[in-house]
Every structure is written in C-alpha cells, then in structure tokens.
C-alpha cells in the first residue's frame, strides 16, 4: 500500500509542477503578463506548499519511515488551501459575466483548480495514519493572513490585486474587504478543522 500511495504522490507531484509551469508560461517564455502578479495569486502560492509537502511525503515514504507530526500538518495545510482556491474558483464560475471565459480556461488551470484539489483531499483522508491535535486548524490561518496582509501592502502600491475582494475599489472599501476575509477565515477553519477529523475517526499513531 505505501508503494501505491508513494507511486501515486510522485505522479500528481509532476502533474502539479507542470501545471504551475504552464500556468505561469506566461512571464518566462511569452512574456505577456507581469511575474510577480502571477506568482501573488493564492492558487499559485497555495499549489507551491502542495509541491513542497507531496515532495517531502514521497521521500518519507521512499524511505520507508513514519510520516512526522509536522510533515502530517503540513499536508494538512497544503490540502486546505488548494482547495480553498478551488472552491473560490468555482464560485467565480457562478458570476454570469465570468463564467464564459472561465469555462474556457486553459487545462492547467483545471488541474490546479479541480483535480488537484480533490486529490489532495483524498490523498489526506485515506492516506493519513496520524491522528492530529484539534489546535493545528489554528495553523491554517497563518499562511492566509500573512499573504492577505502582502496583497493589501502591494496593492496598494502596485495598483493590482489578484482578487477583486481584495481590491478596496472593487469590493466596496476595507470594511467590506474585512467582512470577505473573515468569511474566508471561518471557511478555512472549518475545513482545516474537518480534515483533522478524520484523523481523528479512526486508528493510528497518537
């Protein structure tokens, strides 16, 4: 079984940085877009810390060793936001005025929005053995507050912000954008929150 899961997590790792590469095509190879806009995004920053701990879990499982505490919430982490980014994704596709254009998004995108997410989530429920502590949902909103806190400081500056619940002009104000980021915050708790409970639900090391 570790073989499968380890053979399965080396496939999605490639799948994953290959998406990120097409997705990002666009400031190394044609030039068309500014590199740091693209690399603020959420979903590429979010698929960036999947590759991170999809690399780290295949060389604990190479190794044949037992998946480490912090490497289990670090997966936990990854999982969370990718799909976060997807979920936020999806509801865009719900705008009638977006909608159009992204149906028609490239296939890297998909797999970034999509599929990956629900791998990740069906790589951490059926492939954890590490029951997690209640408290690491708490870590999950580290990441998200410090990236929100960049957008809003270079934003402002740069003038361009990758979400518009993030541009004050666009989503009516700061306060408005507080009420977003706080709904973004309840839903990446309870998700964080979710998934350690299924670690919960069953066996396995403390």
Known sequence: MRFVVTAMRIAILVVTVLALLSRTSCFYIY??????NVLSYFTIQSHVVMVIALALAVVVGIRGQPEPQWLTVLRLLATTYVVVSGGVFALLILDQELSP?????????RLLHFVLPI??????VFATHRRLPWSAAWLSLGFPILWAGYTLVRGNAANWYPYFFLDPSAAGGYGMISVYAFGLA???LTLATALIATTRMRRGSP
């Open 101 to 109: 254009f992204l149906l028609q998004a490239p296939l890297a995108s």
């Open 186 to 188: 309840v839903v990446i």
């Open 31 to 36: 030039g068309s877009c500014v590199a740091i």
């Open 119 to 124: 791998y990740a989530v069906g790589d951490f």
